[in-house]
Every structure is written in structure tokens, then in C-alpha cells.
């Protein structure tokens, strides 16, 4: 019985070699391969190299122009009569950003929408220099 298996298994590993084109002497086990030979050391004296006496070399990073600062203060243009949301577009391109907005009509108390607003009054007088930082108050009516 234990034959048959044994010659089972070797009949279905040649016909597994011969339908999938392998080469049964390519399924056989390699020997293993043999070990390289010693390294023998040089009996020829090696020297060392002589230390190198040259500086190193220092190249001078390309000097790029200074950015000139950046402005503290600006002149405050006249803003009275021009359109709050266009105020306030010219005053944030100045680099003003502490904008706010008043209303002087009785009945429209908040600035909601800029756009529906024209400048009155502002805080600042016109060629008067403010900081960056500053408010800048603009006192805005609906009526037309």
C-alpha cells in the first residue's frame, strides 16, 4: 500500500512536469554551494597618507538687498462721500485692518451690508498720518 502512494506521488509529479513544460532536472535539489576562500592578508606594508595642509574654503553667501521695513503709519486718505464698502477696501489695502463702522440715521442703527452705506464722517482727518494699528471709525448714512 505504501507503494502505491509512493509511486502515486512520483507519477503525479511527472505528469505535472510534463503538462507544465518544466524540466524534471530543474526540480531536483542543488547542491549547496561551497565556501568562499579565506582571505590571506598582504605581506606588502602599506603607508599612510600624508595629512593634507590646504585651509578649507569659505564661499561667501550672495548678498541679497535688504526688504526696506515695512511702514508703521499711513496718510489717511478723505473717505467722506465714497461708498463704505470702497472705504473700506482702500483703508485695507493702506494695511489699516481696525476698520469700524458707525451709523448716524436714527432709524438704520448697525451697518450690516457696507455696501448700502456712504461714508459721513471718519475718525481720522484726511492727510493726518495713522498707525497700522489704529481704529479708524467711519460714520456711514443710508439716506441718499
Known sequence: MIGAVVLGCCGLTGVAALVGGDD???????AAPTAAAPVVPSLVPTTAAAPT?????????????AAPPKPTTVVMP???????AVA?????????TNIEFGSQDENDTFVIIAANWTVAK???????RVAL????????????
Open 24 to 30: 524534471p532536472a530543474s526540480t531536483s535539489v542543488k
Open 53 to 65: 595642509t590646504t585651509a578649507p574654503t569659505v564661499s561667501a553667501a550672495p548678498t541679497t538687498p
Open 133 to 144: 494699528d489704529d481704529l479708524v471709525v467711519l460714520t456711514c448714512t443710508k439716506q441718499r
Open 78 to 84: 478723505d473717505l467722506v462721500g465714497m461708498n463704505a
Open 122 to 128: 471718519q475718525s481720522h482727518k484726511k492727510g493726518t
Open 88 to 96: 473700506q477696501d482702500k483703508l485695507e489695502k493702506l494695511g489699516l
